[in-house]
Nanobody, 120 residues
Framework: QVQLVESGGGLVQPGGSLRLSCAASGSIFNLYTMGWYRQGPGKQRELVATFTSGGSTNYADSVKGRFTISRDNAKNTVSLQMNSLKPEDTAVYYC??????????????WGQGTLVTVSS
């Protein structure tokens, strides 16, 4: 019913920047919280940043001051600007949205993930 497509991942040097984008499509009536999660090698998936429909943002302590989440409600997209990247930021990044479908179903939808590698 709803699909998410992430883009923008790749290889970047420590201290560099990268921007991730996520586009939602399908049977969308309304989007609530949109966010980013990541899973590094040998680690559990963790929250990176979220952005509610009310305008509130939340960041993991490890990325505060370096990452910025934004959303474009008209385009059903959410982005993550990542600055001052560190090797420990290396992970597969997943977009996640809370959505109400056109048939009024409440769903939590995950993207397929995009790989970010921070290395010199």
């Amino acid at each position: 019913q709803v699909q998410l497509v992430e883009s923008g991942g790749g290889l970047v040097q420590p201290g560099g920047s990268l921007r991730l984008s996520c586009a939602a499509s399908g049977s969308i009536f309304n989007l609530y919280t949109m966010g980013w999660y990541r899973q590094g090698p040998g680690k559990q998936r963790e929250l990176v940043a979220t952005f509610t429909s009310g305008g509130s943002t939340n960041y993991a302590d490890s990325v505060k001051g370096r990452f910025t989440i934004s959303r474009d409600n008209a385009k059903n997209t959410v982005s993550l600007q990542m600055n001052s990247l560190k090797p420990e930021d290396t992970a597969v990044y997943y977009c996640k949205v809370d959505v109400v479908t056109t048939t009024l179903r409440n769903l939590e939808v995950w993207g397929q993930g995009t790989l970010v590698t921070v290395s010199s």
